[in-house]
């Protein structure tokens, strides 16, 4: 099973304070290797910046469901505001890997900085994802599988 959590990002929060965001999210008693989270902010923002996480998410995999995280950038973020729905189990507290999107021309340098401070972090090209069929295929697009967003549309 596929969970969704969209994080309301630049303007309405910076990139350093989005990554911040998304590690509470995911973290709480019992997290392993927390501090590659940490060490990875200055990574991370650089994809944040760049609104690759508006199209392709963030792919937690560990403990429980798999979670995919969005980034909403603009008019939609402020609209939308901070609010983020918890998650009912810590992906983190055991084993888990973060794949984290990247666009060509960056994918290098990001995978080099990760490997030496977050190896449990891996960087994936969206190009050749999109290529290959794709491990980050939009909800909308998945064929024979559950996606479940427990979020209630807003009126």
């Not at 449990?120 to 295929?137: L, S, V, W």
Request: net charge negative; hydrophobic share 40%; with cysteine.
């Amino acid at each position: 099973m596929r969970i969704r959590r969209d994080i309301s990002s630049i303007p309405f929060r910076s990139a350093a304070d989005t990554w911040a965001c998304i590690v509470a999210l995911v973290t709480a008693d019992g997290s392993v290797d927390i501090e590659q989270l940490k060490a990875a902010g200055g990574t991370i923002a650089s994809v944040i910046t760049d609104e690759i996480p508006a199209e392709h998410p963030f792919i937690l995999e560990g403990c429980g469901a798999q979670l995919r995280i969005y980034c909403r950038y603009a008019a939609d973020a402020i609209q939308e505001g901070g609010e983020v729905d918890a998650l009912t189990w810590n992906p983190t507290a055991g084993d888990w890997m973060l794949h984290v999107p990247c666009d060509t021309e960056n994918i290098g340098w990001i995978r080099k900085s990760l490997a030496k401070t977050a190896p449990r972090i891996k960087a994936f090209d969206t190009a050749e994802a999109k290529r290959a069929g794709g491990a980050e295929q939009s909800s909308s697009s998945l064929d024979g599988e559950i996606v479940v967003d427990w979020g209630a549309p807003k009126d």
